[in-house]
Every structure is written in C-alpha cells, then in structure tokens.
C-alpha cells in the first residue's frame, strides 16, 4: 500500500483546524487514518517542541477508555515507561505475548493485556526542528497484532501528522480570545489524586468548556493533572525546582497557559500552578510553533523592551534594513499586523 501524503496532508489539515468537539475531532482524525492502518483505539498527542516531549500541550482521542489512558500514564512516568526514541518516521509495535519483548516492553505488554488490548503501535513525531508529538494506536482483542507493514506506514504518515499538529496550532487566535486570571493552584497528594483545588485553578480548568464545546474529553483533566503530579516527583527534576512543565498555545482555551509544578516538602504532596505565562515563559513555544528562527527570536526579545528599529540594530550589530526584514517576516508566519499585536500576543 502507498499513501498519497498530500492528500492525507490536506484532509488531516481540515479536520485540525476545526472548532469541533473534542470527541468528534479524535474520532474524524481517526478515520482518516483508518483506511492505512486499521486501528481500535486512536491518539495523538501534540507536544510543544520547546519543552520536549514530557507532555502534550493538546491531544486528540478516539477509542480509548479511560482506564487504559491512566494505566499507560503511571507506566510512562513512574519509571518503566518505553524510552522515546527520537528516530523520525520510526513506529515502535509491542504485541502482547511476544516473547522477545524488552523488560520495559513486556511491563507494558502487560498494562496493554490487562485492558484487552493485543497491540500497540506507537511513532514518535519529530524532524529537524524538534519533536512534535506522538501517535499512539491500539488494537484489542479478536484483531490482528500490528507489524512491521504498519510501522513503515506508520512512518510514511509522520509528515502529514506533523503538519497536523502545528497547523491545530497556527489555527488558534493570535491574540488572546480570554481573559487572563489570576494564578491558581491545585495540590496533589501522594497518590496523584487532586487534594485541593483553588477558585482560581477551577476558573483555568472550567476554560476546557467553551459554550458547551468539550476542548478535551471528560476524563481528561483528572489524567492531566495525575501525569503532572507524577512527572514533577521525577527523580530527574531537580529537586524543588519550578519549571513548566506544559505550555498550552491559544488553540486550546483560546490563550496561553503554562502549567508548573513544585514538591511541597517530605510529605510527598505537589502544588500545581496554572497561570497566563507572559514574556520569557511563553516565547521559546511561540517561536517553535511559528517557526520563528534565533535572530527573529532576538529582534522580538529587543522589541519587547520597547526599542526601536535603529536602537534593535546596534545592539544586535545588524543594518536597520536587516532588522526590519527580520520584523517582516515575523510579521508574515505569525499574522501580526505590527509590533503592538506582536508585543500583545506575548501577553504583554
């Protein structure tokens, strides 16, 4: 079988940038994918290339029960999760039963069994610019086990897939369509279950309803807040430190928010802030979803200070003309009209 990847380019493109349901857009994706590789259960994850894969900034979902979602979840971030490998076009199987599996593999074999699950074709999604996510497809019990085949169709989507994800993106507003809040914050207990949930967090959370739409499936949040809880104990973290851990653009809540998690003492408890990030936490995701380059980056970091054209080109020892050839094609890939709404998307 070939894939006419335009084609699949162009339709995934479509139901990307469509304000639908959440469920009605997992599953539209999901049947475009279908006739390539038939499937039970769908995802696919977008993750902001400026943090790296940790987590998804967005996702679309068809098929999976819950259930499933949280055990895969714990597996990943307790430590025995399959080491991401960031080969582009590489889909990664593990079939129950086989006896060859890896220990991590056979670990997770085991989760994919418990929940009737016979299969699962995994493909990391990344190329030269960073890695934007992952597609994750399962099938249960009565079907055929995925196999080599599918991985290399599997591999023959990834730029289709990628395209996917940043145009979900791209499609958002520039400006923010809400208003920012106050910061909030969620603790967890030692058992990743929510322990407390300020009124600020619960107005950030109530954001994932848009008038009646669902941005995210119902079981979503509570998966979402567990694989934060989880990923900031990582022993890897350092200890104490506060970083975000997810960066959500506008196409999601209709503006940016950043997510960031802290150990609060021995007690194994963690606080979760959500906030509108502004300035130096929302700009390296900016750039990567526009494809901002490093010295559009430094014209923008200059521009947010207020200087002028002819003040940017000293400090960055480059021609006026350089510099508002730099401003212009910033311009044209995010959709600015001028500087003011650049500075404003920014959250500034």
């Not at 475009?32 to 290339?49: K, R, T």
């Not at 597996?75 to 960031?86: F, I, K, N, S, V």
């Not at 590489?90 to 599996?101: E, N, S, Y």
């Not at 074709?121 to 079907?143: K, N």
Request: charged share 20%.
């Amino acid at each position: 079988m070939t894939v006419d990847d335009r084609r699949m380019a162009r339709e995934l493109g479509y139901v990307a940038v469509q304000r639908a349901d959440a469920d009605d857009r997992g599953r539209m994706l999901s049947l475009l994918i279908a006739p390539i590789l038939p499937h039970d259960a769908f995802s696919l994850v977008g993750s902001d290339p400026a943090i790296g894969l940790g987590f998804g900034s967005f996702s679309f979902w068809h098929g999976f029960p819950p259930g499933l979602v949280r055990a895969l979840v714990r597996h990943r971030h307790e430590g025995t999760g399959p080491a991401e490998t960031a080969v582009p076009g590489a889909a990664h199987v593990i079939t129950v039963g086989d006896p060859f599996l890896p220990p991590a593999d056979r670990r997770r074999a085991e989760v994919l069994a418990a929940h009737q699950a016979v299969s699962e074709l995994r493909m990391l999604l990344c190329d030269e610019h960073g890695v934007w996510g992952v597609l994750a497809l399962i099938r249960f019990e009565g079907g055929p086990p995925f196999d080599a085949q599918d991985a290399r169709l599997a591999g023959l989507l990834a730029p289709a897939l990628i395209g996917t994800v940043r145009q979900h993106v791209l499609a958002g507003p520039l400006l923010p369509a809400v208003a920012a809040l106050p910061a909030g914050v969620i603790t967890m207990g030692p058992d990743h279950r929510v322990r407390t949930v300020s009124p600020q967090a619960g107005a950030w959370l109530d954001l994932f309803r848009v008038h009646g739409r669902r941005i995210v499936p119902d079981w979503m949040p509570e998966v979402f807040l567990m694989a934060l809880s989880l990923e900031t104990r990582n022993p890897e973290r350092p200890r104490n430190a506060s970083v975000p851990l997810i960066c959500s653009p506008p196409a999601v809540c209709g503006r940016w928010i950043v997510c960031q998690g802290q150990t609060l003492g021995d007690a194994g408890d963690v606080a979760l802030v959500i906030e509108a990030p502004v300035g130096e936490l929302v700009l390296p995701s900016f750039c990567a979803w526009y494809g901002i380059t490093p010295r559009e980056r430094d014209v923008i970091d200059e521009l947010r200070s207020g200087a002028a054209s002819q003040r940017i080109a000293r400090r960055l020892d480059l021609s006026v003309h350089t510099v508002n050839d730099h401003l212009k094609a910033v311009f044209r890939k995010t959709g600015a009209d001028g500087r003011d709404e650049l500075i404003a998307a920014l959250g500034h």
